[in-house]
């Protein structure tokens, strides 16, 4: 090969290798914090399904989420009839008038399935990012796994404040 064609074929590589990065950056620039922070691991500390605690129910006590999949744990043995093997489902964040953000899972596992109020609360004290799951018969509270909450505090407000409902 000549010089001129290895120099063109560089140039060509280096233009796809710097499309491909700015793509990347556009795309993970289109998530909210929301969607951000949700991502990634959860650990269970509370859940509630129909006024029953059924935290001892749990295949696990982790809850994560990934794209727009979701892992979810599954529940088995002698827990007020309920029996849900399917861990997998899709999630998403909507918005509404009346809720400021509710989390849409979609799920065989009818525990997790539906949408939920979301409710972010920074624990000072033990320095972790709390989500709060709730709907008519689901109640979760979970603690954010792998979150620098120190380095973190400004989007831990935001998150509290676009969560709450504002009273005036």
């Known amino acids: 090969m000549t010089p001129k064609?290895?120099?063109?074929r560089l140039a060509i590589?280096?233009?796809?290798?710097?499309s491909?990065?700015?793509?990347?950056?556009?795309?993970?620039?289109?998530?909210?914090?929301v969607e951000r922070v949700i991502e990634g691991p959860w650990s269970i500390d509370t859940v509630y399904y129909d006024h029953y605690d059924i935290i001892r129910c749990l295949s696990s006590n982790a809850i994560?989420?990934?794209?727009?999949?979701?892992n979810l744990p599954m529940i088995?043995?002698?827990?007020?009839?309920?029996?849900e093997t399917s861990r997998e489902g899709n999630w998403?964040?909507?918005?509404s008038d009346s809720v400021p953000l509710i989390l849409n899972i979609k799920s065989e596992n009818r525990i997790f399935n539906g949408s939920?109020?979301?409710?972010?609360?920074?624990?000072k004290e033990n320095?972790?990012?709390?989500?709060?799951?709730?709907?008519?018969?689901?109640?979760?509270?979970?603690?954010?796994?792998?979150?620098?909450?120190?380095?973190n505090l400004d989007l831990v407000e935001n998150l509290e404040e676009a969560t709450w409902i504002r009273v005036e």
């Not at 109020?117 to 624990?123: A, C, K, L, P, S």
């Open 20 to 33: 491909l990065v700015v793509s990347l950056i556009f795309l993970n620039g289109c998530k909210t914090d």
């Open 64 to 70: 994560s989420f990934k794209g727009s999949s979701c």
């Open 92 to 95: 998403k964040i909507h918005k």
């Open 127 to 151: 320095k972790l990012l709390k989500m709060i799951l709730v709907s008519d018969k689901f109640y979760l509270v979970c603690r954010k796994g792998v979150f620098a909450y120190s380095s």
């Open 76 to 83: 088995f043995g002698d827990c007020e009839g309920l029996q």
């Open 116 to 123: 939920h109020r979301i409710v972010f609360i920074g624990d």
């Open 13 to 18: 590589r280096q233009k796809l290798v710097m």
């Open 5 to 8: 064609i290895c120099s063109m």
